[in-house]
């Protein structure tokens, strides 16, 4: 019995997860396609709107379409029936709908890509303001966490003071450019700057609490590239990012 994946091409966490699941599916029946490659016939098989948030495994012997949390079932589940029975209880398989649907809500801000060229079929997803609200709210805490956790030789309002006045940044010039999506461009920008500090930050507390400066400094460089390379591939003003660095040198670095 075959099975097809498809797969946003424009997200590199699907491409990679996907990848994984066809590799370690010993018995070959499944196979992956990603969203450039697709014909009319293999989307009219499909549910185009669920498939933006749902990654679908076709069943290419003309049997149902599965989405999302039971395409992971389904490719689990052949490597051990035991596993698939644990996560097919109904109380699970509702939380694992609920994270899953958080990550792919969010996951060209979780991972950002550049924009994808045009395909028959459009796989970028939703805007859901819940979903993107909860991501902020768990970024901006990861943040917090990781500032209580390690010794940062940072003035903590001063870091405090940097994401306001950045934020307040963005949303002037973001006003003044008419945006029509204000709301969402803004959210989105909040998304990729709280995953800036995150990943920066993280390196950096990796290299405070081994006592390796040049780590931290790393850390420090690592955060200000993310900011420029999401900011640019969403389409922002590359003097957003000169601002960023500006007050991150005058707010965190002499800390």
Known sequence: MKKL???DESCPMCKLYTK???????????????????????????DRQRARHEIPLVDLDGGETLYGVDTWIYAFGKQNKQLKKLLSLNWIKSSLKTLYAFISYNRRIIITS???RWNLLDLQPDFR??????????????????????????WLPAALVLIISQLLVACLYLAQRH?????QTVLDYTGHLGMSLF???FVSAIGF?????????IGCALTMGQHFIRSYRLGLNPWLSV???GLFFLLVMPY
């Open 243 to 245: 601002c960023f660095a």
């Open 20 to 46: 994984g699941m066809v590799a370690a599916d010993t018995s070959g029946c499944l196979t992956r396609l990603s969203s450039s490659q697709l014909t009319p016939e293999t989307i009219n098989r499909i």
């Open 199 to 201: 990943i920066g930050g």
């Open 129 to 154: 303001l819940g979903y993107r609200l909860a991501f902020i709210l768990t970024v901006f805490g990861l943040v917090g966490g990781l500032a209580t956790i390690v010794h940062f030789p940072i």
């Open 5 to 7: 994946i498809i797969y």
């Open 114 to 116: 550049a924009p994808g």
């Open 209 to 217: 609490s081994m006592h390796w400066p040049a780590l931290a400094q």
């Open 179 to 183: 945006d029509d999506n204000f709301l």
